[in-house]
């Protein structure tokens, strides 16, 4: 496991902080966050800052626990060889494009839905391993396997895609392509490659 840096580390700490609130508020019924803070489809309580909000909040302890682990193993490696700024716009670019996606799959299914979670974000991490480190050996706990970041986001991005489908569950497939998409996009925008021209910025 790699070493922690400063913005991975401040964000497991707020990630986890803000998922104590929230529960406690909601067992005290005094208030839930949800309701002003994830990121409700357009005909159902949205308001713009929850493009930004709905990636702090967790629905229960693996919810958080597996996104805090995912952001550790992904996010790390990528923050050092960034840096500060850069990693942190890539997550922003991320969340806002997966909370994109959702909305709009969801606005041409006509059904109101609700979303919260970093899952776009990290979504959007592992699309960057696979881009930039294509070769590197994941370990995956089931199957016990080992196989390359490039087939990793392979094999997640269809399944995800055949998911967003065709499953009938809460979970917000699409918003885990649009990270992936951001991540795509942003990448290829600081390379100066197709769809995006001009100097390189990477």
Known sequence: ????????????IVLTGIFVVDTLLRMSGT???????????????????QFATYAFLHGNEMHLLFNLLALWIFGSTLERLWGDRRYSQFLAVCAITGGLLHLIVGAL?????????AS??????????????????????FPPVEITTRTYAIVFGVLEFWLGL?????VAHFAHLGGML???LIIQYWR???????????
């Open 1 to 12: 496991m790699p070493p922690i840096p400063k913005i991975t580390k401040w964000l497991m």
């Open 31 to 49: 208030f839930d966050l949800g309701g002003l803070f994830a990121l409700h489809s357009l005909q159902f309580g949205f308001y713009p800052w």
């Open 166 to 170: 065709r499953a009938q569950d809460l």
């Open 182 to 184: 951001g991540a795509f």
């Open 192 to 202: 100066g490659r197709p769809p995006f021209k001009g100097r390189r910025r990477f």
């Open 109 to 117: 299914r006509g059904a109101p839905s609700s979303m919260i979670g």
């Open 120 to 141: 776009g974000a990290i979504y959007g991490l592992l699309m960057a391993q696979a881009m930039l480190f294509p070769n590197k050996m994941v370990s995956l706990m």
